[in-house]
C-alpha cells in the first residue's frame, strides 16, 4: 500500500517537474505568444514579458497558464478575436487586451471561451474590445478581478462586458465593467455566482438575466447604467445585498423583473432611480429588508403578478411608494416603514394602528392616462391624494400594508 | 409712478410677504439635506402663495387708493399713464419683494439653470397676476365682490383648470394627447409655469412620454421663446383690457 502511494507521489513530482516555464520576451528567441503556444505542452507555463504583441488572433488549445509580467498589451488591431480558448483548465492573468474586432456577424470578444471547463480569468485588463469576456458553453469557469472598458456610442456597435452563454457554474467575482451594451450578460446560464462587480456607465442594462435559473448575485453595484438591471423569463434566482442606483431616466429601472419566479430580493438597497423595482408576470417572490431611498417609483406591480411578499422594508422620501395598474392585488404587504405614514399606535407595540395604503390616488390616475403626469407636482393632486387618504375609493381595496411600522428598520 | 412705489414699499404687507418668503424658503433649503427637495418645496411656494398673494393684494391695493386715483384723474395727466404707472409700481415693488425673498435663497443654493428658470417664471408669475388683479378690480365697483373675483380668479387658474384639464385627458383617453396638451397648458400662466421648472429639474425623467413629447417642444430655443413671449402676452392682454375699460371708466 505505502509502496503504492510513493509510486503515485513520485508520479506526481515528475509531473511537476515536467511542467516548463517559457518566457516570452520581445528581444529573446521566443519573441511571440503563438510561438510560445506552439511549444508549449499541456500544464507548462507562459510567461509574456511587458510589450505590445501584435499576435492576430490567438486560440489556446492546451490546457496552459498564460501569465503576463507588468501588463503585456495583445492588441487586436481592430480586426481580431483577441484571445480564444479552446481548451480546459486554461489560466489567463495579467494581460492587458486591447481593440477587438467589431462585426456585426461574429461576436467577437477580447477573450472568449469556446467549450470548455475550469478556465480561470484573471487580474486583466480589457480596453475598447467589442464584447470583453465572453464563455460560449463553458462550465466551472472563474473570471475575476477583471477590469473591462469600453467607450461605446450606440446600442448597435457594442458588446457586453462579461457574456455568457450556454454556461454551468461560473463564479464572476470582483471585475469592474463600464462603457460596454449590458455590463454582465446571462443567457441560459445555470448555477452560478456573480458577487462583488461594479458595473457602471453601461449603454444598456448593468446586468442582463435571459432564460437563466438558480443564479445568485451578491453584493453587486450597479450604478448609472441606461436602463438598470433587469432579469427576465427565469426562475430561483437570489438577489442579496446590492447596490442600485442611478437608473434615472426614461424606463430605467433599478431592477426590471419579467416573468420571475421563487426568487428572492433580500437586503437590497435601492437609491436615486426611476422605477426602483417594476414587476410584471412576476410570482412567488420575496421583497425583504431592502431600502428605497429617492426613487420615482419605489416599486411597480403589475396585475400580472402573484404571492409577491414585500415585508419589512423601509420607503424613504419615494416620490410614489407603490403603482399598480388594476384592481386585483394578490401580494401581500406587511411590516414595512413608510415615510408617508400619518397613523398612530395607541398600544405602542411599534406598529401603526390603522392600514397605510401605499398607492396614491395620483399614482392610479397616472397608471389610467399617462397623459395625466403634466399635472405633476400641481395643487390639485396633491389635494387628490390627502382626500383619497381620508376616503379611499380608487385606490386598490386590498393593496395595503395592516401593520406598518412606526420607526424605520435599521438596514 | 415714484409715489406708488414708495408707498408700496413702506406697505407693511409687501415687507411681511418678503420676510415671508425669504424665512420659509432658506427654512426650506436648510432642513432638506439635497436641494431637489428644497427646490420642489419652493416650487409650491412660488406656484401656490406668490399668485394668491400678488392677486388679493393689488386688488385691495387698488381699492383702497381708488381716492387717490380720483384725486390723479383730475390732474392733467391722460388715464392710461395713471394706470400703468400704478401697475409698473406695483409690479416693480412685488418684484423686488419676490427677488429678495426667493431670489436671493436661490441664488444662494441652486445657481444652475433650474434655479434662474424658477426666478424668472416667479417673476413672470407675480406680474401676470397683477395684471389680472388689475382686470378684476377695474370690472367690478364694490370692493368686496372684487376681491371675490380675484379669489375665484385664482382658485381657477390654481386649481380648478387643472381639474378641467383632468376631466378632458379622461374624456379624450382614447386619443393621443400630448401635443393637444402643450397647446392647452399655455392657457393657464401657472401650469406653463410649472412644466417649465418640472422639465429644467432631474425628475423630468417621471414625466414619461408626455415629458418627452413636452422636452421636445420646451426644450429647443424656440419653444422657450414662445413660452416666454406666452407669458408676457399673459401679461400684456389683461393689461390692455384693462386699460381700455379704465380709460371709459366712470369714477
Not at chain 1, 21 to 28: A, E, G, M
Not at chain 1, 145 to 162: P, R
Not at chain 1, 369 to 378: E, G, H, Q, V
Request: glycine share 6%; charged share 15%; net charge positive.
Amino acid at each position: 500500500m505505502r509502496a503504492i502511494l510513493l509510486y503515485i507521489l513520485l508520479l506526481l513530482m515528475a509531473k511537476m517537474v515536467d511542467a516548463r516555464n517559457i518566457t516570452v520576451h520581445q528581444q529573446s528567441a521566443i519573441r511571440t505568444i503563438r510561438q510560445a503556444l506552439a511549444l508549449a505542452k499541456d500544464g507548462d507555463t507562459i510567461r509574456v514579458t511587458a510589450g505590445v504583441y501584435r499576435e492576430k488572433g490567438l486560440v489556446i488549445k492546451k490546457s496552459i497558464v498564460l501569465t503576463g509580467i507588468n501588463y503585456p498589451v495583445i492588441d487586436g488591431e481592430y480586426r481580431y478575436e483577441v484571445i480564444a480558448v479552446r481548451a480546459d483548465a486554461v489560466t489567463i492573468e495579467g494581460m492587458k487586451v486591447i481593440n477587438s474586432g467589431i462585426s456585426s456577424m461574429d461576436d467577437f470578444a477580447g477573450i472568449k471561451i469556446y467549450n470548455s471547463s475550469h478556465v480561470i480569468i484573471r487580474n486583466n485588463v480589457l480596453s475598447n474590445t467589442f464584447f470583453g469576456i465572453y464563455s460560449q458553453l463553458g462550465n466551472n469557469c472563474v473570471i475575476e478581478n477583471n477590469q473591462l472598458t469600453s467607450f461605446s456610442k450606440n446600442e448597435q456597435q457594442s458588446g457586453n462586458g462579461i457574456h455568457c452563454w450556454k454556461s454551468d457554474s461560473m463564479q464572476i467575482t470582483n471585475n469592474r465593467i463600464s462603457g460596454h451594451r449590458d455590463g454582465i450578460y446571462f443567457e441560459f446560464v445555470t448555477h452560478s455566482i456573480i458577487s462583488r462587480n461594479i458595473a457602471e456607465k453601461n449603454l444598456r442594462y448593468g446586468l442582463h438575466f435571459m432564460f437563466s435559473s438558480n443564479d445568485s448575485y451578491l453584493n453587486n453595484q450597479f450604478r448609472n447604467n441606461g436602463a438598470g438591471v433587469a432579469v427576465m423569463f427565469s426562475h430561483h434566482v437570489t438577489m442579496l445585498n446590492n447596490l442600485f442606483t442611478q437608473s434615472w431616466g426614461d424606463a430605467a429601472y433599478g431592477i426590471l423583473l419579467k416573468e420571475i419566479s421563487d426568487s428572492r430580493i433580500e437586503s437590497n438597497q435601492f437609491v436615486e432611480n426611476t422605477v426602483a423595482i417594476f414587476l410584471e408576470g412576476a410570482n412567488r417572490i420575496k421583497v425583504q429588508k431592502n431600502r428605497f431611498q429617492s426613487n420615482g417609483w419605489a416599486m411597480k406591480i403589475q396585475a400580472s403578478c402573484m404571492d409577491i411578499t414585500v415585508i419589512g422594508n423601509n420607503f424613504l422620501s419615494n416620490t410614489f411608494d407603490v403603482g399598480t395598474n388594476g384592481s386585483l392585488v394578490l401580494n401581500t404587504f406587511s411590516q414595512n416603514y413608510w415615510d408617508k405614514y400619518e397613523g398612530y399606535d395607541l398600544d405602542k407595540n411599534n406598529r401603526g394602528d390603522i392600514p397605510y395604503r401605499p398607492v396614491s390616488m395620483y399614482a392610479v390616475i397616472v397608471e389610467r392616462n399617462p397623459t395625466a403626469m403634466i399635472l405633476f407636482r400641481s395643487f390639485m393632486t396633491s389635494l387628490f391624494d390627502k382626500t383619497e387618504k381620508l376616503i379611499p375609493s380608487l385606490t386598490p381595496e386590498n393593496l395595503k400594508d395592516a401593520s406598518p411600522l412606526m420607526k424605520p428598520l435599521k438596514l | 409712478m415714484k409715489y406708488v412705489i414708495i408707498d408700496i414699499l413702506r406697505n407693511k404687507i409687501v415687507l411681511a410677504y418678503t420676510i415671508f418668503l425669504l424665512l420659509l424658503s432658506f427654512m426650506l433649503f436648510g432642513l432638506e439635506d439635497n436641494t431637489t427637495k428644497g427646490l420642489l418645496g419652493l416650487l409650491n411656494i412660488l406656484l401656490i402663495i406668490v399668485p394668491m398673494i400678488c392677486i388679493v393684494f393689488s386688488t385691495i391695493y387698488i381699492y383702497n387708493s381708488a381716492e387717490f386715483i380720483e384725486l390723479l384723474v383730475s390732474q392733467p395727466l391722460t388715464r392710461s399713464r395713471i394706470w400703468l404707472s400704478l401697475f409698473a409700481g406695483m409690479a416693480f415693488s412685488l418684484s423686488l419683494a419676490f427677488l429678495i425673498g426667493a431670489g436671493i435663497p436661490l441664488l444662494i443654493f441652486v445657481p444652475d439653470i433650474t434655479g434662474i428658470t424658477m426666478l424668472f417664471t416667479g417673476l413672470l408669475l407675480s406680474i401676470i397676476f397683477i395684471a389680472i388683479a388689475l382686470l378684476a378690480s377695474v370690472k367690478t365697483r364694490d370692493k368686496a365682490k372684487g376681491i371675490g373675483v380675484a379669489i375665484l380668479l385664482w382658485l381657477y387658474f390654481s386649481l380648478l383648470f387643472d381639474g378641467i384639464v383632468l376631466f378632458l385627458l379622461f374624456q379624450f383617453a382614447d386619443y393621443p394627447m400630448e401635443k393637444p396638451m402643450i397647446l392647452i397648458s399655455t392657457l393657464n400662466p401657472i401650469d406653463l409655469g410649472r412644466i417649465l421648472i418640472l422639465l429644467k429639474m432631474d425628475i423630468a425623467a417621471l414625466l414619461g412620454y408626455t415629458g418627452a413629447v413636452f422636452q421636445q417642444f420646451f426644450g429647443t430655443l424656440w419653444g422657450q421663446a414662445t413660452s416666454f413671449i406666452i407669458l408676457l402676452l399673459w401679461t400684456l392682454i389683461p393689461l390692455w383690457i384693462s386699460v381700455r375699460r379704465f380709460n371709459h371708466k366712470d369714477l
